[in-house]
């Protein structure tokens, strides 16, 4: 049938207002997603019109010509006066198809003719099956399953609502089947890599190999901001150290309170922070308080000032619809002598440094950050301020390095640009093994001809992982040089950013003593189709924000390739969308990971 054999053809047959133009429309876009270019032949009954009058092509036409080809740079078109010729066959359309610009054939209508076709049917039309005098339709697609097609031979079932399933049916039975496949080995542009390590698998063996640091700094408060306790904070002292006012008022035993009428009180004296009244309050009497000041022996209430009114200096009126023990702080109630108010682990906060001062702390341990050193592979790469020759580029992967560690508090060794030489690239490698707890490089390391760390590491050190189930960043590496921990990262600057937030980080917290070390992780509805084939764990790159209800909501940064810089600056979140996924639809909710410490 094909006038070039090795272009692969789908047709979609089906009865009058089944829909197959709206499915095509819906289907083109995506397989274009997948790079082929698409052929479309449309078979038509009437006649047809692709210029209007006033055009070159239509006065050629109409002047005569049998046939008219219009040639330019981004388009080139042939219409044919046919008016001797019968129905055309789809060869007589075939024959016009250019091979060097179609890798898949799309057919709507020639439904008598021999070639695989995808049968749409709609049971709401009340039309047959035509599956079952033609032996050619491969797959059914329907809104749902027809009554008949149980009593008939089995057939894949497609549904009509999901484009993206139909697509994948495409690529798989028809495209897969037609092309010769050269790749010997999987890459980064398969779905599913049995070489590669699963997402899930690379977390639990980096948990399983980092232990925290013990060694334990005493810091001045002031200098503990952001470091990890390297011990339980105990309090020394209860908080409040006395029990005292809440508020502004007068101070009085609760027994003392009217309960129907208005009394009226002698004001006996004025307690203030840090200048306690010395005296005892009896019946009849009240003491007035500021707020902070120790309550007066025989009190155990406040009433504030402003449910309060003063006919002389030394008398109070106070009505009902109080209560006793009202307004009252009381010792220990925030902290009790003894009490832990701080674990081990934890990163302090300003919050946790004012805390720490209330309770008269002038000096804490915490954990030594850890110490970590890094640099760039790449004879391509050169540093701010240099020239860039032809296919040089500017490092960027190191000052991203530098800023995502520098966030993380850690003690940062940065050993610059390492060229693509094996001899210079182990001599760095092993003095930054000898003088760090963590060696990470950027490149290197995935399978081009200088890409030398892998085998590097395999000779000096023992290799955990190579290559990982995930998109960006398939080609990531885990490992040990001496009692260094070793990441190497691959050299693309967005999969740098996603490998370092996925993996490395959790994994660096969790060295420097953090107990909180895990990523927080959120529910959020999705604004935009998301594409994806399962196999691997895919991070997209998103801006998550609050709609109009409340609620969280998320949309795609623009281009997700991994040399674009310009989406990880606009993102403030990742979307997480796990091994088995087969794609979003709008309006489907989406596990987004935050950046940032949240």
Same mark, same amino acid.
Request: hydrophobic share 45%; aromatic share 4%.
């Given at each position: 049938?094909?006038?070039?054999?090795?272009?692969?053809?789908?047709?979609?047959?089906?009865?009058?207002?089944?829909?197959?133009?709206?499915?095509?429309?819906?289907?083109?876009?995506?397989?274009?997603?997948?790079?082929?270019?698409?052929?479309?032949?449309?078979?038509?009954?009437?006649?047809?019109?692709?210029?209007? /009058?006033?055009?070159?092509?239509?006065?050629?036409? @109409?002047?005569?010509?049998?046939?008219?080809?219009?040639?330019?740079?981004?388009?080139? @078109?042939?219409?044919?006066?046919?008016?001797?010729?019968?129905?055309?066959?789809?060869?007589?359309?075939?024959?016009? &198809?250019?091979?060097?610009?179609?890798?898949?054939?799309?057919?709507?209508?020639?439904?008598?003719?021999?070639?695989?076709?995808?049968?749409?049917?709609?049971?709401?039309?009340?039309?047959?099956?035509?599956?079952?005098?033609?032996?050619?339709?491969?797959?059914?697609?329907?809104?749902?399953?027809?009554?008949?097609?149980?009593?008939?031979?089995?057939? /894949?079932?497609?549904?009509?609502?999901?484009?993206?399933?139909?697509?994948?049916?495409?690529?798989?039975?028809?495209?897969?089947?037609?092309?010769?496949?050269?790749?010997?080995?999987?890459?980064?542009?398969?779905?599913?890599?049995?070489?590669?390590?699963?997402?899930?698998?690379?977390?639990?063996?980096?948990?399983?190999?980092?232990?925290?640091?013990?060694?334990?700094?005493?810091? /001045?408060?002031?200098?503990?901001?952001?470091?990890?306790?390297?011990?339980?904070?105990?309090?020394?002292?209860?908080?409040?150290?006395?029990?005292?006012?809440?508020?502004?008022?007068?101070?009085?035993?609760?027994?003392?309170?009217?309960?129907?009428?208005?009394?009226?009180?002698?004001?006996?004296?004025?307690?203030?922070?840090?200048? +306690?009244?010395?005296?005892?309050?009896?019946?009849?009497?009240?003491?007035?308080?500021?707020?902070?000041?120790? *309550?007066? &022996?025989?009190?155990?209430?406040?009433?504030?000032?402003?449910?309060?009114?003063?006919?002389?200096?030394?008398?109070?009126?106070?009505?009902?619809?109080?209560?006793?023990?009202?307004?009252?702080?009381?010792?220990?109630?925030?902290?009790?002598?003894?009490?832990?108010?701080?674990?081990?682990?934890?990163?302090?906060?300003?919050?946790?440094?004012?805390?720490?001062?209330?309770?008269?702390?002038?000096?804490?341990?915490?954990?030594? +950050?850890?110490?970590?050193?890094?640099?760039?592979?790449?004879?391509?790469?050169?540093?701010?301020?240099?020239?860039?020759?032809?296919?040089?580029?500017?490092?960027?992967?190191?000052?991203?390095?530098?800023?995502?560690?520098?966030?993380?508090?850690?003690? #940062?060794?940065?050993?610059?640009?390492?060229?693509?030489?094996?001899?210079?690239?182990?001599?760095?490698?092993?003095?930054?093994?000898?003088?760090?707890?963590?060696?990470?490089?950027?490149?290197? &390391?995935?399978?081009?001809?200088?890409?030398? #760390?892998?085998?590097?590491?395999?000779?000096?050190?023992?290799?955990?992982?190579?290559?990982?189930? #995930?998109?960006?960043?398939? +080609?990531?590496?885990?490992?040990?040089?001496?009692?260094?921990?070793?990441?190497?990262? +691959?050299?693309?600057?967005?999969?740098?950013?996603?490998?370092?937030?996925?993996?490395?980080?959790?994994?660096?917290?969790?060295?420097?003593?953090?107990?909180?070390?895990?990523?927080?992780?959120?529910?959020?509805?999705?604004?935009?189709?998301?594409?994806?084939?399962?196999?691997?764990?895919?991070?997209?790159?998103?801006?998550?924000?609050?709609?109009?209800?409340?609620?969280?909501?998320?949309?795609?940064?623009?281009?997700?390739?991994?040399? #674009?810089?310009?989406? *990880?600056?606009?993102?403030?979140?990742?979307? &997480?969308?796990?091994?088995?996924?087969?794609?979003?639809?709008?309006?489907?909710?989406? *596990?987004?990971?935050?950046?940032?410490?949240?």
């Amino acid at each position: 049938m094909l006038a070039t054999p090795a272009i692969p053809m789908i047709g979609f047959c089906a009865w009058s207002g089944s829909g197959k133009t709206t499915l095509l429309t819906q289907l083109i876009p995506l397989l274009k997603a997948e790079g082929l270019r698409l052929a479309v032949i449309k078979h038509g009954h009437h006649k047809i019109e692709l210029d209007q /009058p006033g055009k070159d092509s239509f006065k050629f036409r @109409a002047a005569g010509a049998d046939q008219v080809i219009l040639a330019a740079s981004t388009r080139l @078109a042939i219409m044919q006066e046919c008016a001797d010729q019968q129905e055309p066959s789809l060869q007589d359309a075939l024959r016009l &198809v250019n091979p060097n610009c179609a890798d898949l054939i799309l057919v709507e209508g020639f439904k008598h003719e021999a070639f695989p076709k995808l049968e749409i049917n709609r049971p709401e039309l009340g039309k047959p099956l035509l599956f079952p005098d033609d032996a050619h339709i491969i797959a059914l697609v329907c809104d749902h399953a027809p009554a008949a097609l149980a009593q008939l031979r089995p057939l /894949p079932l497609l549904d009509l609502n999901a484009p993206e399933r139909i697509v994948q049916f495409i690529l798989t039975e028809v495209v897969k089947q037609a092309t010769p496949q050269i790749q010997s080995t999987p890459s980064c542009a398969d779905a599913r890599d049995p070489d590669s390590m699963a997402f899930s698998a690379a977390q639990q063996q980096l948990n399983a190999a980092v232990s925290p640091l013990t060694a334990a700094l005493q810091r /001045p408060l002031r200098a503990t901001l952001h470091q990890v306790l390297a011990a339980d904070v105990i309090s020394p002292l209860n908080v409040p150290a006395y029990t005292n006012s809440a508020m502004d008022g007068y101070a009085l035993a609760g027994t003392e309170l009217p309960t129907t009428e208005v009394r009226e009180y002698k004001v006996i004296g004025t307690a203030l922070a840090g200048q +306690p009244f010395t005296g005892s309050c009896l019946a009849g009497q009240c003491v007035r308080v500021m707020t902070g000041a120790i *309550m007066p &022996v025989g009190t155990d209430t406040v009433v504030m000032q402003e449910q309060t009114e003063t006919p002389a200096k030394d008398l109070v009126r106070i009505g009902s619809g109080h209560r006793s023990g009202q307004n009252v702080r009381q010792a220990g109630e925030d902290i009790q002598r003894g009490q832990r108010v701080l674990s081990r682990g934890r990163r302090v906060t300003a919050a946790d440094v004012g805390l720490l001062a209330s309770l008269g702390l002038a000096e804490t341990k915490v954990l030594r +950050p850890p110490r970590i050193a890094f640099f760039s592979t790449g004879d391509e790469l050169r540093s701010l301020g240099e020239a860039l020759e032809p296919g040089c580029i500017y490092d960027s992967n190191r000052y991203t390095l530098h800023s995502l560690l520098s966030e993380l508090e850690m003690d #940062i060794i940065d050993m610059g640009v390492i060229p693509d030489q094996p001899a210079l690239l182990e001599a760095a490698l092993r003095e930054a093994a000898a003088n760090a707890d963590v060696v990470i490089s950027s490149g290197g &390391v995935s399978v081009g001809e200088a890409d030398y #760390i892998k085998a590097i590491l395999e000779r000096l050190g023992e290799m955990h992982f190579w290559k990982l189930a #995930i998109k960006p960043g398939r +080609p990531l590496t885990f490992g040990r040089l001496g009692d260094a921990l070793f990441f190497g990262l +691959p050299g693309n600057p967005v999969a740098v950013m996603v490998t370092f937030q996925m993996l490395v980080k959790p994994a660096l917290l969790k060295l420097a003593g953090e107990t909180d070390y895990r990523p927080l992780q959120l529910l959020a509805t999705c604004q935009d189709a998301l594409r994806k084939k399962p196999g691997r764990t895919e991070f997209i790159r998103a801006i998550f924000q609050h709609d109009t209800h409340g609620q969280l909501s998320v949309t795609r940064a623009g281009h997700q390739g991994s040399g #674009i810089l310009t989406s *990880m600056s606009r993102a403030n979140c990742f979307i &997480v969308l796990p091994e088995e996924n087969a794609g979003v639809a709008v309006g489907e909710p989406v *596990m987004i990971q935050p950046f940032g410490r949240l």
